[in-house]
């Protein structure tokens, strides 16, 4: 079973900086991508930020220069360091990956598709 756990969310004052974790536990033959979503109150779930096995990075306009997504797809895991939070960067952040490569007993190898993070809930106090 693939499981995605984030941590490092909290409460922090606007202007401050967190760095949120993501790490993929499971018998994971081979990952892509990850990235980072957030949902706060009331809105729709949104793309953060993505990184894929090459090294490629893509952002949400809205967070452009104020956010670095890194990670290591061979280590299973992806990292987003924010800084200069703004109290609209306040949100449930979520570890997506869109496609996973496990063991399968019986075909050799099976893809699992779109996993999801528990969420992390990161406050900005203005």
């Known amino acids: 079973q693939v499981q995605l756990v984030e941590s490092g969310g909290g409460l922090v004052q606007a202007g401050g900086s967190l760095r949120l974790s993501c790490a993929a536990s499971g018998s994971i033959l081979n990952i892509k991508t990850m990235s980072w979503y957030r949902q706060a109150p009331g809105k729709q779930r949104e793309l953060v930020a993505t990184?894929?096995?090459?090294?490629?990075?893509n952002y949400a306009d809205s967070v452009k220069g104020r956010v670095t997504i890194s990670g290591d797809m061979s280590k299973k895991t992806a990292y987003l360091q924010m800084k200069s939070l703004k109290p609209e960067d306040t949100a449930v952040y979520y570890c997506?990956?869109?496609?996973?490569?496990?063991?399968?007993?019986?075909?050799?190898?099976?893809?699992?598709?779109?996993?999801w993070g528990q969420g992390t809930q990161v406050t900005v106090s203005s």
């Open positions: 997506n990956t869109d496609w996973v490569l496990v063991p399968d007993q019986v075909m050799g190898a099976k893809e699992i598709f779109d996993i």
């Open positions: 990184i894929t096995s090459d090294g490629g990075t």
